[in-house]
């Protein structure tokens, strides 16, 4: 087992998203020749085909085509080998609640878990970076299909992830949520983005990224490093 290989990012379009999807066509680029993995399923599956569409939009000014992109809309009866032929899976953004909930009831979890035990890459963006981490009741999300547990892939260490992030407010929410959980928060901002391999982060956007519990305890620029299971107090600035 060789753990999670992931490359989250705070953004939502072709700007924001841009360091952290050069950053997972690099890592990935030995295995160019196979198609990326969208799944789409923080969206309604009405709009699957417009997300599709919108991540090939993220995708163009890296160099990749459409053609090179598949698109899966039904998770169910899916295994590791199913996944293993892609060159990296990437979890789009949306509602947070509706994405695990998709993810849990066509029994895809394990299938994933296993996938990332392996080694393979990962990217996500906004709500496919939040079910990565290890909690995230915090989604500013309208949680219409009543999830009542809020544990995620626990694939970052201790901490949850926080995408979109600003200090104001967010800082006095994060708070709270330390505060009920004692889970400590990797905030990414919309232009963020990380790298996870096993159990160390490396900032790889150039926008810096933060470690926050009841305050701000560390600003990360490009190249730093953050040990995911230390006690994150070790990080204070």
């Not at 104001?168 to 009920?180: L, N, S």
Request: include cysteine; charge should be negative; glycine fraction near 8%.
């Amino acid at each position: 087992m060789i753990g999670p290989r992931l490359v989250l990012t705070g953004g939502w379009d072709t700007d924001s998203l841009a360091d952290g999807i050069a950053h997972l066509l690099a890592v990935t680029a030995t295995a160019a020749d196979r198609p990326m993995l969208l799944l789409p399923h923080a969206w309604p599956a009405a709009k699957h085909e417009a997300y599709h569409d919108r991540f090939c939009e993220w995708l163009a000014p890296h160099g990749v085509a459409p053609s090179a992109v598949t698109t899966w809309t039904d998770l169910h009866d899916r295994t590791a080998s199913d996944l293993a032929q892609f060159r990296a899976v990437f979890i789009g953004g949306g509602n947070t609640f509706a994405l695990w909930h998709e993810f849990a009831c066509s029994g895809f979890v394990p299938t994933l878990r296993a996938h990332l035990a392996s080694g393979a890459w990962l990217g996500s963006n906004s709500a496919g970076s939040l079910i990565l981490g290890q909690d995230f009741r915090y989604a500013h999300d309208p949680n219409d299909v009543g999830l009542a547990t809020f544990t995620g892939m626990q694939q970052v260490g201790r901490y949850a992830a926080w995408a979109h992030y600003t200090p104001d407010p967010h800082d006095a929410e994060i708070a709270d949520f330390f505060a009920t959980s004692g889970i400590p928060v990797l905030a990414m901002a919309n232009h963020g983005a990380v790298e996870v391999i096993g159990n160390v982060a490396t900032v790889v956007s150039a926008q810096p990224v933060y470690v926050v519990t009841d305050s701000v305890i560390a600003q990360l620029h490009r190249g730093d490093i953050l040990d995911l299971v230390a006690d994150p107090r070790l990080h204070s600035q």
